[in-house]
């Protein structure tokens, strides 16, 4: 049994920030990739960023600079920070964790409006 619980989106302005986290728990153990995607209705699943277990990096074009992924090995959690948000940034963000196989949050809506 493998679950991912993520938190922290919500309905920011233009130009804030927002942490969000996903602490991976269940049959999970030595995780190599944790990342996030994100989904707007209407599109594919795009990937935002992913971190490696020795701490390498990949971001989208859309999100460098404002950013950044960290992770936590002991507690199994990934974080997002994101900062100066845009209306564009608005959907639905899923963790992503892979050891073996993949598993998937059950994502945390993010909006941005003013």
């Given at each position: 049994?493998?679950?991912?619980?993520?938190?922290?989106?919500?309905?920011?302005?233009?130009?804030?920030?927002?942490?969000?986290?996903?602490?991976?728990?269940?049959?999970?153990?030595?995780?190599n990739i944790m990342g996030w995607y994100r989904q707007v209705p209407g599109k594919e699943r795009e990937l935002v960023a992913r971190i490696i277990s020795g701490g390498s990096?990949?971001?989208?074009?859309?999100?460098?600079?404002?950013?950044?992924?960290?992770?936590?090995?002991?507690?199994?959690?990934?974080?997002?920070?994101?900062?100066?948000?845009?209306?564009?940034?608005?959907?639905?963000?899923?963790?992503?964790?892979?050891?073996?196989?993949?598993?998937?949050?059950?994502?945390?809506?993010?909006?941005?409006?003013?």
């Amino acid at each position: 049994q493998v679950q991912l619980v993520e938190s922290g989106g919500g309905l920011v302005q233009p130009g804030g920030s927002l942490r969000l986290s996903c602490a991976a728990s269940g049959n999970i153990f030595r995780i190599n990739i944790m990342g996030w995607y994100r989904q707007v209705p209407g599109k594919e699943r795009e990937l935002v960023a992913r971190i490696i277990s020795g701490g390498s990096t990949n971001y989208a074009d859309f999100v460098k600079g404002r950013f950044t992924i960290s992770r936590d090995n002991a507690k199994n959690t990934v974080y997002l920070q994101m900062h100066s948000l845009k209306p564009e940034d608005t959907a639905v963000y899923y963790c992503y964790v892979f050891d073996v196989a993949s598993y998937w949050g059950q994502g945390t809506q993010v909006t941005v409006s003013s």
